[in-house]
T-cell receptor
Framework: GQQLNQSPQSMFIQEGEDVSMNCTSS?????WLWYKQDPGEGPVLLIA?????ELTSNGRLTAQFGITRKDSFLNISASIPSDVGIYFC????????????FGKGTKLTVNP | KAGVTQTPRYLIKTRGQQVTLSCSPI?????VSWYQQTPGQGLQFLFE???????NKGNFPGRFSGRQFSNSRSEMNVSTLELGDSALYLC?????????????FGPGTRLTVL
C-alpha cells in the first residue's frame, strides 16, 4: 500500500531556531496536509496544500507541495516552547475511494 | 460550539473480548472517520461514515466494524480483541463526505488489550 516516509523522526532544538521536516512517497498525492498533535489530544490541522509547487504559510509555519507531487516540506521559524509536539504529514490519495495516508510523525522538543 | 467527543477515554480489555467505542461529532457535521494510532504503524485510516452508510474503508480486518446513527453519532466495534489492537482510536468529523482537509479530531480512546 501507499506509504509516507517522514523525517526526521525526532528533533531537539533550542528556542529561536528554525525547524524543517519533510515527507516523501513513491506515490502521487493530490493534497498534502500537515497536522500537530499534543499529548492527550487529537491532531490539529495546520496547513493544507492543493497544488504542486504551492507554498503556504500559517504564522511562523510554512509548507510546500513538492513539484513532483510525491513530497512535501514543513518549516517552522523562530521556534518557541509551545511548538513542542508531534507533527504529521498526510497525503490524500487520488481518484476512486479517497483515503488519508499519514507519515509516522516528527517529535519536536524545544529547549528554552 | 462543542468539539468532537469520544467515550470512553480509556479502556482496558483482555484478548478475545469485544469493545465498542463511541464518537459524537461536532453539531452539524455529518461525516465521521475513524483512525487507529500506534507507535509502530502511526495513524491509519479505518473507515468513514456519512449519512449512516460506510463510504470509505481502510485495510483492516473484518473484526473492525462501525455504524452511524441518524444523529451522526458513530460507534466503532472491535471483536475478538488481539494484543496488537492496543492503540489510540481517534475519530474525526467534518461537514461533508471525504472533506479530509476540514476534519476535526477528537481526543481519542486509549484501548489497552491484556
Amino acid at each position: 500500500g501507499q506509504q509516507l516516509n517522514q523525517s526526521p523522526q525526532s528533533m531537539f532544538i533550542q528556542e529561536g531556531e528554525d525547524v524543517s521536516m519533510n515527507c516523501t512517497s513513491s506515490s502521487i498525492f493530490n493534497t498534502w496536509l500537515w497536522y500537530k498533535q499534543d499529548p492527550g489530544e487529537g491532531p490539529v490541522l495546520l496547513i493544507a496544500l492543493y497544488k504542486a509547487g504551492e507554498l503556504t504559510s500559517n504564522g511562523r509555519l510554512t509548507a510546500q507541495f513538492g513539484i513532483t507531487r510525491k513530497d512535501s516540506f514543513l518549516n517552522i521559524s523562530a521556534s518557541i516552547p509551545s511548538d513542542v509536539g508531534i507533527y504529521f504529514c498526510a497525503g490524500l490519495t487520488q481518484g476512486g475511494s479517497e483515503k488519508l495516508v499519514f507519515g509516522k510523525g516528527t517529535k519536536l522538543t524545544v529547549n528554552p | 460550539k462543542a468539539g468532537v467527543t469520544q467515550t470512553p477515554r480509556y479502556l482496558i480489555k483482555t484478548r478475545g473480548q469485544q469493545v465498542t467505542l463511541s464518537c459524537s461529532p461536532i453539531s452539524g457535521h455529518r461525516s465521521v472517520s475513524w483512525y487507529q494510532q500506534t507507535p509502530g504503524q502511526g495513524l491509519q485510516f479505518l473507515f468513514e461514515y456519512f449519512s449512516e452508510t460506510q463510504r470509505n474503508k481502510g485495510n483492516f480486518p473484518g473484526r473492525f466494524s462501525g455504524r452511524q446513527f441518524s444523529n451522526s453519532r458513530s460507534e466503532m466495534n472491535v471483536s475478538t480483541l488481539e494484543l496488537g489492537d492496543s492503540a489510540l482510536y481517534l475519530c474525526a468529523s467534518s461537514l461533508g463526505l471525504a472533506r479530509f482537509n476540514e476534519q476535526f479530531f477528537g481526543p481519542g480512546t486509549r484501548l489497552t488489550v491484556l
